[in-house]
């Protein structure tokens, strides 16, 4: 997937514990994006990166935080999780902003939130 | 609120066939109208992408018609083959930070 590498692909964890979803990316984009995907609601941005510890906010932010120490790496924290934050998360790099720079997705990583 | 409203939710059309996925948007920020197809599994990979300047772009079966004065655009698949079976998003782009605002998703079934 285009140079993006999620971890873990598949994880079971229950209520109240914290989870650390990481993306890493060989391509030396500088935008990075965490989306959560849910049937009936298409992907929904969490939080997104514009640089070396530079990050924004999404449309659903709530319950979770990011970090970004180096180009590469963008990873997303449930601090404590919940069952409503049981879905796919999928990574999105884009080289830049404007023009055709679209979003290319890494094949998702699967939380289960009991 | 969802800004971009994608219809319908599942699609079946025979081999041959032409499929139809229709899309709507409220916020005239949007730049850039992308429509992504995802296999089971995988992450959205783009298919084609369309600019609000231009009225429709072909590239192969794939087909995307914008409508920029009532802020809708579709997708045409024609002569829908089995390989098509996917999940298809549009999208919508907002410059500012190229975020994509996404419609709920057509899962499109094309029988043999």
């Known amino acids: 997937d285009a140079g993006i590498t999620q971890s873990p692909r598949h994880k079971v964890t229950e209520t109240g514990t914290p989870v650390t979803l990481r993306c890493h990316q060989t391509?030396?984009?500088?935008?990075m994006y965490w989306y959560r995907q849910d049937p009936g609601h298409g992907l929904r941005l969490i939080h997104y990166s514009y640089g070396v510890k530079d990050t924004d906010k999404g449309e659903v932010s709530d319950g979770y935080s990011v970090s970004r120490s180096k180009t590469e790496d963008f990873l997303l924290t449930l601090e404590s999780a919940t069952s409503s934050q049981t879905s796919v998360y999928f990574c999105?790099?884009?080289?830049?902003?404007?023009?055709?720079?679209?979003?290319?997705f890494g094949a998702g990583s699967r939380l289960t939130v009991l | 609120q969802q800004q971009v409203k994608q219809s319908p939710q599942s699609l079946i059309v025979q081999k041959g066939g032409i499929s139809i996925i229709n899309c709507a948007y409220e916020?005239?920020?949007?730049?850039?109208f992308p429509w992504y197809q995802q296999f089971p599994g995988k992450g959205p990979a783009l298919l084609i992408a369309?600019?609000?300047?231009?009225s429709e772009k072909k590239e192969g079966r794939f087909t995307i018609s914008f409508n920029k004065s009532a802020k809708q655009f579709s997708l045409h698949i024609m002569d829908s083959q089995p390989g098509d079976s996917a999940t298809y998003f549009c999208?919508?782009?907002?410059?500012?930070?190229?975020?994509?605002?996404f419609g709920g998703g057509t899962r499109v079934l094309v029988k043999p």
């Open positions: 999105a790099i884009s080289e830049g902003i404007s023009g055709a720079n679209v979003l290319t």
């Open positions: 369309i600019r609000p300047d231009v």
């Open positions: 391509e030396n984009h500088r935008y």
């Open positions: 999208a919508a782009r907002r410059a500012a930070g190229n975020k994509l605002t």
């Open positions: 916020n005239t920020a949007f730049d850039y």
